[in-house]
């Protein structure tokens, strides 16, 4: 367990479906982003949200849409995706500012868009 | 040119032989460097944090940073098979708030 869950950790989607994924920490931080890992490539930032604010949005396609409702979750709304959005999604916090800038990541939910 | 940037993989090393995984960045204003393991299909768990110039050995793991020539690496001694995954290495500029990862450098550890 390492302090942030992602729900669901696995999930298929047709193209005009719209779900959404879930993510908690319970280590009281004050920031959590979401992140893109597809085969083969680096991680993508997509979102930040800190002190429950978006601060950074590295031009996400808007079939992509974050809602941050207070600082423990995060959610990622899905709709009209595109079998290249097949990847992992990622979730993850961390304390800012502090002297260790540490992010915990979630399990990730692994999307599969048919 | 990558702000971050590692040496290409996959590297493969025999069981009991020191792994060496280099990371270079071209912030200079990054204050804190990590390398995040992460093993095939789970997610990036932090294996190593350094912020000073110089060595910090955690068990088998030796990380080194130098700040001149910006570059941080990671050395596993007495290599386990466990040891193979992927090895991401972060940045970080606590004035921007941003955190950058590598491409990473895939090991594998061979019995």
């Known amino acids: 367990e390492t302090g942030v869950t992602q729900t669901p950790r696995h999930l298929v989607m047709g193209m005009t479906n719209k779900k959404s994924l879930k993510c908690e920490q319970h280590l009281g931080h004050n920031a959590m982003y979401w992140y893109k890992q597809s085969a083969k490539k680096p991680l993508e930032l997509m979102f930040v949200y800190s002190l429950e604010e978006r601060v950074e949005n590295n031009s996400v396609p808007s079939r992509f849409s974050p809602e941050c409702p207070n600082s423990s979750h995060l959610f990622l709304h899905l709709h009209t995706l595109q079998p290249e959005d097949s990847a992992l999604y990622l979730c993850a916090s961390r304390q800012t500012p502090a002297t260790n800038e540490k992010l915990f990541f979630g399990s990730g939910t692994q999307l599969s868009v048919l | 040119q990558k702000e971050v940037e590692q040496n290409s993989g996959p590297l493969s090393v025999p069981e009991g032989a020191i792994a060496s995984l280099n990371c270079t960045y071209s912030d200079r204003g990054s204050q804190s460097f990590f390398w995040y393991r992460q093993y095939s299909g789970k997610s990036p768990e932090l294996i190593m944090s350094?912020?000073?110039?110089g060595d910090k050995e955690d068990g088998r793991f030796t990380a080194q940073l130098n700040k001149a020539s910006q570059y941080v690496s990671l050395l596993i001694r007495d290599s386990q098979p466990s040891d193979s995954a992927t090895y991401l290495c972060a940045v970080y500029n606590t004035n921007a708030g941003k955190s950058t990862f590598g491409d990473g450098t895939t090991l594998t550890v061979k019995p």
């Open positions: 350094i912020y000073s110039n």
